[in-house]
């Protein structure tokens, strides 16, 4: 990959000459999904899969944004005096906006850069294509200016807020956590509230993760994302008129149905009650892990998934046909959607003497009822964004 990288870069630059190469993951949740901006648990962890980058300084103050998997918007010229969002720049608002986000919060890049990326992340498949590149960004920027002074945890706060604030997706920050603190064989359980983590050692010793995707394609910014945010934070607001709380997540479920009746809005009480249940479900689910109960840990995920299906509203039909089907081979220890919704993929752990099955029976019956075919890969959990060479 590096050389096809390098050799890109030297077509388009001049050379490569003083180029480093990087990394950065794309992610999957394998529980608690939608609690990371309401404060509760989540459960992910970082892909072998991902974006990788080759970027060198410039002498002035030019930025030189190229995607080899987005080849027809060519070289993307961006000014460092003039770093504003623009519809053309299409793909690369993503990295600007944690260029933007760096110069606004005082880190002087006192020239521009080019950079080169090709990513192995489906694109709208909800595995944080986006995230994994913001992440990139922040890795590349304080290697190639020698910034010292912002840890992973830092990096992965700059990309939330750039996707908050210049893209415009109203994102919670688990994504982004992910891809800067994965760990090579562990996910991370970490409380979106306090943003204390700890990793725990996924060992499937006869089964692996299948991730589905259903090549329905989402798009957070666009879609009922920013909405679901909205209606968990106005029942919050509701919830807080009588009780002393600061995030859905620190409710338990017996707190929460002794409450529910303060939510007077349907719709606000059916998100809240995911949010509340779902973070419990994540904290079961890693004891149940802990504990070695892989059968457990399958039952929670389908229950969440029933959860983001009816009480979360955020699967689609395509989804559900995926999750169903899934359900009925002897062998799938648990499936659900994963990511933001709307379309995207399925994430399941099934035993290994079911996973061609798996692949072959659900990819059958899935184009018979869905008239286009979906895609499987069988994943590794990998490490963390940064500079490979």
Partial sequence: MKQKLFDKFAELFGNSDGAHFYFSP????????????????????????????????????????????????????????????????????????????????????DSGFDMVIWGNIPNGAGLSSSASLEVLTGVILTDLFGITDLSMTDLALIGQYSENNFNGCNCGIMDQFTVAMGKKDNAIFLDTNTMKYEYAPIKLDDAKIIITNSKVKHSLVDSAYNDRRQECTDALAALKTKLDIGALGDLTPEQFEAAKDIITDPVQLKRAKHAV???????????????????????????????????????????????????????VIG???????????????????????????????????????????????????????
């Fill in 26 to 109: 794309g992610r999957v949740n394998l529980i608690g999904e939608h609690t990371d901006y309401n404060g509760g648990h989540v459960f992910p962890c970082a892909l072998t899969m991902g974006t990788y980058g080759a970027a060198r300084k410039r002498d002035d103050r030019i930025i030189h944004f190229y995607s080899m998997n987005l080849d027809k918007f060519g070289v993307v010229e961006v000014s460092l005096d003039d770093l504003t969002y623009s519809q053309e720049y299409n793909w690369a608002n993503y990295p600007l906006g944690v260029v933007w986000t760096f110069a606004g919060k005082g880190y002087k890049l």
């Fill in 277 to 331: 249940y779902e973070n419990q479900r994540t904290i079961d689910a890693v004891a149940a892990l802990k504990d070695g109960n892989i059968t457990k840990f399958g039952e929670l995920m389908n229950q969440s998934h029933i959860s983001l299906r009816d009480d979360y509203e955020v699967s689609c039909e395509e989804i559900d046909i995926l999750v169903d089907l899934a359900w009925k081979i002897p062998g």
């Fill in 335 to 389: 499936s659900r959607i994963t990511g933001g919704g709307f379309g995207g993929c399925t994430v399941s752990i099934v035993k290994n003497e079911a996973v061609d099955t798996f692949i072959e029976s659900i990819g059958k019956a899935y184009k018979e009822k869905v008239g286009h075919e979906a895609e499987f890969y069988t994943v590794d959990i990998g490490d963390g964004a940064s500079r490979l060479d």
